[in-house]
């Protein structure tokens, strides 16, 4: 059974960065997509940026040229860089995984940008 385990939230300033990591374990097939998702209050929960078992990256528009998704297949480990971060991106974080086998999220983290 696949887990997942994010961390690196926090409250930041806006302008400032923030890195969150999710860590993988259980067995995983060839071919996965991850994806960072987020959660504001009050709202849906919404892709910010994923990345699939081939290296593709996609990002939503509010977060592209801001974030950037990288994996550390060594360590089992995808990352979310936030640089230039707004109030608007403060939301409840959460890593998922997709497979030929299933999937799962991991508990999410928050991340609060203000001043």
């Known amino acids: 059974q696949v887990q997942l385990v994010e961390s690196g939230g926090g409250l930041v300033q806006p302008g400032g960065s923030l890195r969150l990591s999710c860590a993988v374990s259980?067995?995983?097939?060839?071919?996965?997509?991850m994806g960072w998702y987020r959660q504001a209050p009050g709202k849906q929960r919404e892709l910010a940026a994923s990345?699939?078992?081939?290296?593709?990256?996609n990002y939503a528009d509010s977060v592209k040229g801001r974030f950037t998704i990288s994996r550390d297949n060594a360590k089992n480990t995808v990352y979310l860089q936030m640089n230039s971060l707004k109030p608007e991106d403060t939301a409840v974080y959460y890593c998922?995984?997709?497979?030929?086998?299933?999937?799962?999220w991991g508990q999410g983290t928050q991340v609060t940008v203000s001043s």
């Open positions: 998922n995984i997709l497979t030929t086998m299933g999937g799962a």
């Open positions: 990345i699939t078992s081939g290296g593709s990256t």
């Open positions: 259980g067995s995983i097939s060839n071919l996965y997509v």
